[in-house]
DNA sequence: GGCAGAAATTAGTTATACCTAATATTATGA
DNA sequence: TCATAATATTAGGTATAACTAATTTCTGCC
């Protein structure tokens, strides 16, 4: 992908192209999306530290790339030298998309191709960078326009907006106190076909009956008052919950 | 995409990566489909020089990755200095599974997602380098398994085998000669539009009634004896079709 | 057989995006 | 306050895959 550069003349594939602004790489998507993330709700400044452990590449080269990303018209990010960077507007517009396309591919990729919930994340990785606008739009449309994916996680809307649900992990949630299962962390495969085999996932109801000292496990009742289950600590911090009425 | 080069020690992403081949990149995939192409069904030696034309890129850089090509362990292509290349096994089988992809990726938007047949060639030449082989497996399935894709061309099989249809374009085709439509280029849309417009698809049956002089126009007749077009002789040219019986 | 022009190759450059090693800056705690 | 540890940046290098310009090889024709 080492085209466009000084390239204007003839673009390496025939047919005319129908998108207008030249699309961020892959590279530079997974960095405005890691910002996002790492940034959290109150958007604070990330370090290139964290960024890099994030995507598993070097300090150097995410310096490197923050430069870049500080120096692109517009700056997709406001960076200062030693003190981390932010998303710019442009940034943080692309990387919502980038998450709108990762948990649109996610849903279709379960509901409409059958994908168990534990192998779409892998897949949608990859995709999110490469889907048109049409793409997205028609499988949206497809779908009637979800909501949430298949872990539960909130689909950004076409103008970025997010809906923020309020939201703890099992972890946090009191002892005795009833809540709902609002999403499940998408990253662990082997951890999501443990949870479904337990029977947890978007929407059911649970309560911890009990923690166990130094690390767990819990002791979590699934449903009104059936079954019982033990949650390692991993595994209540992967599972985010709402506290029921 | 400039990985897993000395990189051996820590992959970019996290996640365990199921499929254990190194994957081509989007280049080698679209040389190696270029070289495909060009060598024709007798699977003639191919010269830099219409691998450049065809990818729209100098001839000093296919030199370059023909000998890379050569190079890789299996190597991809037969290739000797000044005479061209050739696919060897490895090569073949790869681009014929970027065919199976493209041709499946096609009818996939074409009949689930609603996308019209002028609008799946451009979509599909990015998505074929990226989706895994489940995802193939999972919308070739769901389409029980289609021998053709929206043009008419027929789907490779997972072994790679492609049946040979006996085929000759319009341009070709005696005068009063009874034919059916097999398949269309689908490389450019304006043109798939007109077809359409005028009722040739795959499928239809067609008479050429008679050819003006000096690059035609053509007449010809659509259907036992309904409408008769004007083509163009570049129309002519894109349209394949079989003599009926 | 030799020569001109076409075709292909080599050489050197660019851009992206990673790396390691060396250096610089910032933050901390004695 | 100031030395040291943690962070970050710079400098220099690699690999991929394009490019232009210079050079070489091949081919067809006289
Ligand atoms: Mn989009
Ligand atoms: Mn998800
Ligand atoms: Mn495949
Ligand atoms: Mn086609």
């Known amino acids: 992908m080492a085209r466009e550069a000084k390239n204007s003349g003839s673009p390496r594939k025939a047919g005319p192209v129908s998108r207008p602004a030249a699309h961020s790489s892959e590279a530079v998507d997974d960095y405005l999306k890691a910002i996002f993330w790492l940034s959290g709700p109150e958007e604070r400044r990330v370090a290139s530290n964290e960024i890099a452990a994030y995507l598993r590449i070097t300090t150097a080269s995410v310096t490197n790339m923050l430069q870049k990303l500080a120096a692109a018209r517009p700056p997709l990010v406001s960076y200062q030298k030693h003190h981390g960077v932010q998303l710019a507007d442009p940034g943080k517009l692309r990387a919502r998309e ?125 449903g009104r008052n059936k079954s019982e289950v033990l949650l390692s600590l991993p595994l209540t911090q992967a599972v985010y919950v709402a506290p029921a009425e």
Chains 1, 2 share one sequence.
């Open 98 to 222: 980038i998450v709108r396309h990762h948990r649109l591919v996610e849903t279709f990729l379960h509901d409409v191709l059958g994908y168990a919930w534990d192998e779409v994340h892998q897949e949608a990785e990859r995709l999110e960078h490469f889907i048109s606008e049409k793409f997205e739009e028609r499988i949206a449309a497809k779908m009637g326009n979800p909501q949430f994916d298949p872990h539960g996680h909130a689909i950004p809307a076409l103008d970025g907006s997010m809906p923020q649900v309020e939201q703890m992990t099992v972890h946090q949630l009191p002892v005795r106190q009833r809540a709902r299962v609002v999403s499940v962390s998408d990253k662990d495969p082997e951890m999501l076909r443990y949870l479904a085999a337990q029977g947890i996932g978007p929407g059911t109801l649970l309560t911890v009956m009990e923690y166990l000292p130094f690390a767990g496990p819990y002791r979590v009742r699934i």
